[in-house]
């Protein structure tokens, strides 16, 4: 396993912003699209935000013009820069990249642990 390693959750009043940062903490061969999706209590895990290895991206309707999902190639590394948070925004974030360690291995999805994101009213 090659774990995906989330930082910057937290707290944050409404109209506040938030950075999550994502990278890999192990030798990769290869990443072709990473992303972030959420989980609310009680909901399904549902995609926020991806991004290709050439940097298109996409973003669930209910972000768009909110959240920016950008990443460094260099440093396996994917971003989300969450600005006017809502209420509605509170989940659990979890990293996703579509990739492969070796290159006798297969693409296939890993995830991150998550991290806490509560926006407060």
């Known amino acids: 396993q090659v774990p995906l390693v989330e930082s910057g959750g937290g707290l944050v009043q409404a109209g506040g912003a938030l950075r999550l940062s994502c990278a890999t903490s192990?030798?990769?061969?290869?990443?072709?699209?990473m992303g972030w999706y959420r989980q609310a209590p009680g909901e399904q895990r549902d995609l926020v935000a991806v991004i290709t290895r050439s940097g298109s991206e996409n973003y669930a309707d209910s972000v768009k013009g909110r959240f920016t999902i950008s990443r460094d190639n260099a440093k396996n590394t994917v971003y989300l820069q969450m600005n006017s948070l809502k209420p509605e925004d509170t989940a659990v974030y979890y990293c996703n990249a579509h990739m492969r360690p070796s290159p006798i291995v297969p693409y296939r999805d890993y995830w991150g642990q998550g991290t806490q994101v509560t926006v407060s009213s």
């Open positions: 192990g030798p990769i061969f290869d990443i072709n699209t």
